[in-house]
């Protein structure tokens, strides 16, 4: 029997029409959405959509909500650009720097942070690329380089193995680190191959899988992430807070009870960050922090991530915990302290 061809992912407002996932009301909104940023649904998360509108479609599925910029929203909200010594490369930690390797994706999350940047072009060039490994063979601090984008998973093997070579030829990298959405949205990427390239890299190296729901871990994704730790790869997981998603005790405990089942050390829960046309997807700090406060006692420590803010404007990531975060004068002020010890404003809006 022939096999059937893989179904194509959904990259068309008329192609979410055709499933059931938009209203044909919804259309001229969502024309305007796609022109600022991409659509792509894979078929493993269209199969995850239950319902429209539910934990998974919430991600994926464009919304007319997205043509609303807040104030307090930024192109660059982490400052990526802030930190970048050549092209492709943000060094803003002494001993890590992260290295966009692709500005591909493979699904293209609504909350995306760096939603002005991806989708625009593929892998870094060659000529970029060599600056940028030569910036972190030439900058001994650097122990520690984080594969990102869009997704490294995108890449295909053959690339991929041979940006990790590369790299494994610098002597003061002893940790490589790939933040990937792939072993869950799109399963099939995962072969006993790449496991093993994976595993066999020295130095190291660890992956993060970013999923925000446990609706997202479905048979092929438990399946792929298995391969992974079966293979050796140490896997950690970092998920972002979002409103209507998993803003909810219940998600949350679902979501790292999962994680903690399938042998993947829930990492980071991050505040969504304020990224353009973003804002339905915030909690408030305050929500969050009584979130997390209801996850103690009833999760393990082991299966509690550390929930954390990148600073807008390229200051860090930190905890938000009394140490780093007092209240402000104003309704949603917030004083936070970085991890040089610097204080910034954040405007943390209430409504």
Known sequence: MTALPPKPALTHPDALLHEGLVQKTDLPALARVAESFRIR????????????????????????????????ELLDPIGDSTHAPVPGLTHRYPDRAILHITKTCDVYCRFCFRRETVGETGPLPEADLAKALDYIATTPALREIILTGGDPLTLSPRRLEA?????SAIPHITTIRLHTRVPVVAPERITSDLAQLLHAQRPAVWIVVHTNHAQELTAPARTALARLVDAGVPLLSQSVLLRGVNDTREALLNLFRALQDLRVKPYYLHHCDLAPGTSHFRTTIAEGRALIASLRGHLSGAALPSYVLDIPGGFGKVPITADHFTPGAEPGLWHVTDWQGRTHDYVDPTH
């Open 41 to 72: 649904i894979t078929p493993a998360m269209r199969a995850a959509i239950a319902r429209p509108g539910d934990a998974v479609a919430a991600q994926f599925v464009p919304t007319a909500a997205e043509l609303h910029t807040r104030p307090e």
């Open 163 to 167: 940006v990790l070579v590369r790299l």
